[in-house]
């Protein structure tokens, strides 16, 4: 028997609706390292070919996307490694880019090598040891209706040094995840799953919710009450030894969800793709986030349902070390998902 009735998280969450359009109204300020760019002065971003200072690395204010959305982008990491640093699967990244690029009917300007190599570019020109790397495609001002056909397609590549994105406590300790009444919908899929930038008003607006209501994350659900994701990252549950996590829908194919997913069947542990519900956290031994700014994120609680023990839990632990070894070069395995940025 459960603890508690099996529809408590969802009513809960119900209840807690109008308490969120409170939490809505309330400012909020960003407090976590993620929130602050802080470049150095002579920082410079890779724009259509070209390195830019930073601070001149702007827009028109009528760029058709700022509008409409209709921007494409990627977010990469590159740890360091003792070869200096390495960017993780930086060709599956810019294969997705251009996938969701061809989901917005955009052709981007430059060959998948050149933005590789842009990519590595970015971290060397501005003497990165560590960075995340985010690079976008956007289409420009030259129009305004909602046909973007003629306009220039822009494409830009910053890095910087960013810390862990939900905290170092959060990596050790585990998160408190709240249950999003934002819903993720399925129905246009692979548009929707795609990483699109007027798809993030969602995950924008879920993770203000959560934080401005004391959580750490949000998880987001789709219409018929099936977990989706997180607003930045996929979802995993341990249970029984093995691996669960939501079959794709509207959620984003994740790199680093298959890349746990390849790592836990080499370590034994079954993963199993399915459809899953709230409830399924309330019997699940652990929980975790993956993505390429949480990376391997502990879930300690979601909503009031303490998950497991309340800490990070074994094979979390241990597929959270294979990770990080792996994507510091640190194991003998897996070495060409890197790619190192020195020459
Ligand atoms: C909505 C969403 N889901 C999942 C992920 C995790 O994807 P990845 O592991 O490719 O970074 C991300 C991050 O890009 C995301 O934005």
């Known amino acids: 028997?459960?603890?508690?009735?099996?529809?408590?998280?969802?009513?809960?969450?119900?209840?807690?609706r109008s308490r969120l359009r409170r939490t809505l109204l309330t400012p909020h300020f960003p407090d976590t390292p993620m929130s602050t760019l802080a470049p150095h002065s002579d920082a410079v971003i890779w724009m259509n070919g070209q390195m830019v200072?930073?601070?001149?690395?702007?827009?028109?204010?009528?760029?058709?996307?700022?509008?409409?959305?209709?921007?494409?982008?990627?977010?990469?990491?590159?740890?360091?490694?003792?070869?200096?640093?390495?960017?993780?699967?930086?060709?599956?990244?810019?294969?997705?880019?251009?996938?969701?690029?061809?989901?917005?009917?955009m052709t981007i300007p430059f060959s998948r090598d050149e933005i590789n190599e842009a990519c590595r570019e970015i971290v060397r020109v501005n003497r990165l040891k560590t960075a995340y790397?985010?690079?976008?495609?956007?289409?420009?001002?030259?129009?305004?209706?909602?046909?973007?056909?003629?306009?220039?397609?822009?494409?830009?590549?910053?890095?910087?040094?960013?810390?862990?994105?939900?905290?170092?406590?959060?990596?050790?300790q585990g998160i408190h995840v709240f249950v999003s009444s934002i819903i993720?919908?399925?129905?246009?899929?692979p548009l929707t799953s795609s990483?699109?930038?007027?798809?993030?008003?969602?995950?924008?607006?879920?993770?203000?919710?959560?934080?401005?209501?004391?959580?750490?994350?949000?998880?987001?659900?789709?219409?018929?009450?099936?977990?989706?994701?997180?607003?930045?990252?996929?979802?995993?549950?341990?249970?029984?030894?093995?691996?669960?996590?939501?079959?794709?829908?509207?959620?984003?194919?994740?790199?680093?969800?298959?890349?746990?997913?390849?790592?836990?069947?080499?370590?034994?542990?079954?993963?199993?793709?399915?459809r899953l519900m709230p409830e399924d956290l309330m019997n699940c031994d652990e929980a975790f986030f993956t993505g390429t700014a949480a990376e391997v994120t502990p879930i300690r609680q979601v909503d009031e349902q303490i998950i497991g023990d309340g800490r990070r839990g074994p094979i979390t632990t241990q597929l959270q070390r294979r990770y990080q070894d792996i994507v510091s070069g640190r194991s003998d395995t897996h070495r060409h998902w890197l790619t190192y940025t020195r020459p």
Not at 72 to 101: K, M, N, Q, Y
């Open 53 to 105: 200072p930073w601070a001149d690395a702007t827009i028109h204010v009528l760029t058709h996307s700022l509008h409409y959305g209709s921007g494409v982008f990627e977010g990469l990491r590159a740890f360091a490694t003792d070869d200096g640093p390495a960017i993780f699967r930086l060709e599956e990244h810019t294969d997705r880019l251009f996938d969701s690029a061809a989901c917005v009917d």
């Open 195 to 274: 990483k699109i930038c007027g798809n993030y008003v969602y995950s924008a607006v879920a993770t203000a919710q959560a934080k401005n209501a004391g959580y750490d994350e949000a998880l987001l659900l789709e219409a018929d009450g099936r977990i989706s994701e997180g607003s930045g990252e996929n979802l995993f549950l341990v249970r029984n030894g093995m691996l669960e996590t939501p079959e794709l829908g509207s959620a984003l194919d994740g790199i680093t969800r298959g890349t746990i997913m390849e790592m836990a069947q080499e370590e034994g542990i079954e993963v199993r793709e399915t």
């Open 133 to 172: 790397i985010r690079p976008i495609c956007f289409y420009g001002p030259e129009g305004l209706g909602l046909h973007a056909k003629g306009l220039r397609v822009h494409t830009a590549i910053a890095a910087w040094e960013w810390g862990v994105y939900l905290g170092d406590e959060g990596l050790e």
């Open 184 to 189: 993720r919908d399925r129905v246009n899929a």
């Open 1 to 16: 028997m459960l603890d508690f009735p099996i529809p408590r998280i969802i009513a809960a969450n119900l209840k807690r």
